[in-house]
């Protein structure tokens, strides 16, 4: 994020060298730290409905469902609202709202006073705090990083998230046999401490972002995000093909979790072991990035790596018990994920490449939203897909439509610098 950024900001001391600098370190630890706490918690409030509330199914599929639609469209107002204010408060703030809402968790429980509603609630929060934290993110990134090092930055990041989703879950399933069901939901509260920590340690100044239009956010506003993916004849493809592959991806989870666990009898550890060990295949992608859009250009790798990474889900539905099931599904998950190590970092430049400093917030939030109700809403079908056609059919079913997808990917290279921007940034 810096000579004069895309997004009109001087080089100064908190750009301190781009992506080995000051500015871009401690970024980096904020979202390391927070997304360690959010892996090591990552099944907290399914236990919890469960192991204290006495949650039956119906219950645990609606708290995860609730909070991640009702959150998505909570965010809806915030893109706009981020846009025009300085990012790093912002993401300040979303980071202490969800320290607070996630601490109110393990008090309650201390106190024998949490319900089922107060999980509902701060699932939401959670769910709409994370959406603007990302918008704030990415247009922190692009203002602290300069173009040539935004992949080595989303590279990392990468990285970061495939080692906490590696580490996370197991450390987070041991902490709750040894201390209890809220005690990764306190650690993650502190992780976003933490984080909030991290970003004030940034700092520098950082000025505010000018508007040419009227100061008041207008209803138009809820909705430019999208309008300017939609308009993108580059974007929109890698969107639109992103949110449903995520979607498929994340909708077939439970049901594999109902096959291997059920079905097929394996225990919890082989089936926490099936998904972690594969994570080492996005540390490998998140670092063959780089090499590769240096040797065969960006478009080629984005393409390529986006046509394999739905060549593996297919394979999930032919697993079965015993030492051939769990090694197909490590080998299945190890494809899947080294593709998806590469792809996501260049998507993510890409993304940043293409959007002027102006609207990163509002394209950002607009794509977070899109993928969690796409998410929500093919994870029930699925659900009911299960039922009536059975888990494995399900599992394949999502496998097969995901080998169409490649077919909204971008044909050919566009230019790649971004649209033309409003007088309020440059572009």
Known sequence: MSGVTESGVVESDVVGGGASGRGFGWLWAAYAVSTFGTRLAFDAFPLIAVLVLDAGPGRVAALAAAGLAVGAVAAVPLGPWVEFRRKRPVMIATDLVRCAVLLSVPLAYAFGRLGFAQLLVVSVVVAAADITFRAAAGSCLKALVPPRELLKANGRFEATTWTATMLGPPVGGA???????????????????????????????????????????????????????????????????????????????PLLAVLMLGELGFAPWQYGLAFAVPCVGGLVGSRLARPLVARFGEHRVLVVSGVLRVCWPAGLAFVGPGTAGLVLVMVVEFGLITSVGVYNPVLATR???????????????????????????????????????????????????MLA????????RQASGPAPARPAGDG
């Open 175 to 253: 902490a709750i046999g040894l201390f209890g069901p809220v005690v990764t939901v306190a650690a993650d509260a502190v992780s976003h401490l933490l984080s909030a920590l991290g970003i004030r340690a940034i700092g520098g100044g950082e000025p505010h972002p000018r508007r040419a239009e009227a100061a008041r956010l207008r209803a138009g506003d809820l909705l430019e995000g999208w309008r300017f993916v939609l308009a993108s004849p580059v974007l929109r493809p890698l969107f639109l093909n992103t949110v449903l592959v995520n979607a498929l991806i994340m909708a077939t989870a």
């Open 351 to 401: 993304r940043l490449e293409l959007t002027p400093a102006d609207r990163v917030a509002r394209t950002l939030s607009a794509w977070t939203i899109s993928g969690k109700l796409t998410t929500a809403a093919l994870t029930a079908v699925w659900g009911l897909l299960a039922g009536l056609t059975g888990t494995r059919t399900a599992v394949a079913l999502a496998g097969v439509l």
């Open 405 to 412: 997808t490649p077919l909204l990917l971008p044909r050919r």
